[in-house]
């Protein structure tokens, strides 16, 4: 199956920037939508960002927009979630995902990564 690995999690101080990375491996195919997803400690897993086949059409949740950028690189099988302005709400467990589809339609991903920490001190 298809295997999605997180990296760049870690514990910073509010305002500042971290940069997570997602590479993915197994058997595939073409590309499709990719995003990323966070869980609170207590709270649901809530949607964070996603990105069409070749990057081109995003969506952010409200609460990140203008502060978060998602990215991929496809040649290298890789997705980025560029984190700017951090702050203690941030805190979470943040997973990649990804999507069935070319374009993201809002349905839940088929495969999911094991969830990297994000840690923003107060």
């Known amino acids: 199956q298809v295997q999605l690995v997180e990296s760049g999690g870690g514990l910073v101080q509010p305002g500042e920037s971290l940069k997570l990375s997602c590479t993915r491996s197994g058997r595939t195919t073409e590309q499709t939508a990719m995003g990323w997803f966070r869980q609170a400690p207590g709270k649901e897993r809530e949607f964070v960002a996603a990105l069409s086949w070749d990057g081109e059409n995003t969506k952010y949740a409200d609460s990140v927009k203008g502060r978060f950028t998602i990215s991929r690189v496809n040649a290298r099988n890789t997705m980025y979630l560029q984190m700017n302005s951090l702050q203690p709400e941030d805190t979470a467990v943040y997973c990649c995902?990804?999507?069935?589809?070319?374009?993201?339609?809002?349905?839940?991903?088929?495969?999911w990564g094991q969830g990297t920490q994000v840690t923003v001190t107060s």
């Open positions: 995902a990804q999507y069935r589809w070319l374009l993201y339609t809002g349905a839940p991903p088929e495969f």
